[in-house]
């Protein structure tokens, strides 16, 4: 009687530590926008998921990668497929603006934390009972337009011009260009908008020439950006170019080809990262990501946009074993709870992009060392000291 006891006590700590093995395995959905309008920008995020640690803190991670095709319903079905059928821990996603704002209402509804690889400000901002699920790795648009109206008006521009996306990305970045424009001094006189498939913008490039402003600004990522350039060009306007940092990568080198030398951007560190001073605080960490991805995809075939999704690994290399801590088990309520508690505890964490300290009423967290200047030059990017 003894020995069948004792035998059933085994095969119930057996049954026990199976259980609990399962439990210990931190599930992450990924939604990547690696076909579509967006392909440009989430190819090099889906390839960056590969690169990531499969064991932190001596837990597995599973990456449970999804296409979104670019499409906000498709995001918003992948999100809420990661959540119920791969039980997930936290969500890392979208690629584009659009997509992740439409997110939010699926994440927070579950209580599993998300990394937004988008730029609008308005992903985490203004903070909520919502968006306190919410964080994201690039830099918010009034970063990076203060640099761009700066450059306007410090090269002696008076008057500029805007054409976006009219979407949530275009119509974000119009308001923070608007804004720091009026503080500058500096008098937009066209403000005009596109989709990102069109194949035509005739109309409302005519209207930017017909107001002949000293600058444009063009409020577009990935390639779709280059669409509102070419025909600039080929209507002989002579003024200056700026993109957002939304075009920081190679494809859009291929597709503007000459009609985007001369351009403006700014962009976060890791586009430049050779180019930079020893003393910039990201050099090494871009440099480091740089050299990973290339060993496996190629020399030259890094982009920020990746970078993106290297930083939200970042933040979960720092946050998982703070949340561990906790006593909390991954799979569970509380684990999710205590890995969002621990994202927004991240402090002086330098990744491809900047550096990161997240606070209770700031989800992106970095400052003005994720930011530098930056002109296409013979076909490249030159940093702009």
């Not at 490039?205 to 070419?230: E, F, N």
Request: charged letters at 20%; a positive charge; zero cysteines.
């Amino acid at each position: 009687m003894k020995r069948n006891n004792m035998i059933k006590n085994l095969v119930a700590l057996a049954a026990a530590a199976v259980a609990f093995a399962a439990q210990a395995d931190i599930n992450v959905g990924v939604t990547v926008s690696a076909t579509g309008a967006a392909a440009s920008l989430g190819i090099p995020e889906k390839n960056t998921i590969t690169l990531m640690p499969t064991t932190i803190a001596g837990q597995k991670i599973n990456y449970i990668v999804l296409d979104d095709s670019s499409d906000t319903t498709a995001a918003v079905s992948n999100t809420r497929k990661l959540i119920t059928e791969h039980k997930v821990d936290v969500v890392v996603g979208s690629t584009v603006t659009p997509n992740s704002l439409a997110m939010i209402d699926a994440v927070s509804e579950a209580s599993t934390p998300m990394i937004s690889m988008a730029a609008s400000a308005r992903i985490v901002e203004p903070m909520d009972a919502k968006k306190k699920w919410v964080f994201k790795t690039p830099q918010n648009d009034i970063m990076m337009a203060l640099a761009i109206v700066q450059h306007m008006v410090d090269n002696g521009a008076k008057t500029a011009a805007y054409i976006g996306f009219a979407d949530a990305y275009g119509e974000g970045w119009y308001q923070e260009f608007a804004k720091i424009a009026a503080i500058k001094g500096l008098k937009i006189v066209a403000n005009e908008r596109y989709n990102r498939n069109d194949t035509s913008v005739t109309g409302q490039v005519l209207k930017l020439v017909a107001a002949k402003p000293d600058a444009v600004l063009i409020g577009g990522s990935g390639t779709p950006a280059a669409l509102p350039q070419k025909a600039l060009k080929e209507r002989g306007y002579k003024g200056q170019y700026y993109q957002t940092h939304g075009v920081a990568n190679n494809d859009f080198l291929r597709v503007g080809g000459k009609d985007v030398e001369g351009t403006f951007l700014p962009s976060g560190p890791v586009l430049v990262a050779a180019q930079l001073p020893a003393s910039h605080p990201v050099k090494k960490s871009a440099l480091a990501y740089i050299a990973k991805y290339e060993a496996a995809f190629g020399k030259g075939s890094v982009s920020t946009f990746g970078g993106h999704a290297w930083d939200a690994g970042l933040l979960l290399q720092a946050a998982v074993p703070v949340a561990l801590k906790s006593g909390a088990q991954p799979g569970t309520p509380a684990f999710r709870a205590a890995l969002r508690d621990a994202l927004e505890s991240v402090k002086e964490l330098p990744g491809a992009h900047g550096v990161f300290n997240m606070s209770p009423t700031d989800h992106l967290g970095l400052d003005q060392r994720a930011r530098v200047m930056v002109k296409i030059e013979n076909g490249a990017w030159k940093y702009q000291p």
